[in-house]
């Protein structure tokens, strides 16, 4: 599973990147999980709102504040 945090390095994406990092944990997960501060990078999945999280290429969130638990339930 690929996860990807994308944002441009505000303390809301950094903060939803340490929660993703959390859930995966806590859900014992085969997950690489990503930081994606490239602009260019984020601009291809035509998000308009950051922080957004992405799985395995597919925008799950975006410009959310997310818990972890909320967190797990989208990588459930």
């Not at 990092?21 to 998000?47: F, P, R, S, T």
């Amino acid at each position: 599973m690929e996860i990807k945090v994308l944002g441009t390095g505000c303390a809301k994406c950094k903060t939803l990147f340490d929660t993703v990092q959390e859930a995966v944990g806590q859900l014992g997960l085969d997950a690489q999980v990503i930081k994606e501060e490239d602009l260019m990078n984020i601009m291809a999945y035509k998000v308009m709102a950051l922080p957004a999280l992405v799985v395995d290429g597919k925008v799950v969130a975006k410009g959310q504040r997310l818990s972890v638990e909320q967190v797990k339930e989208l990588l459930r």
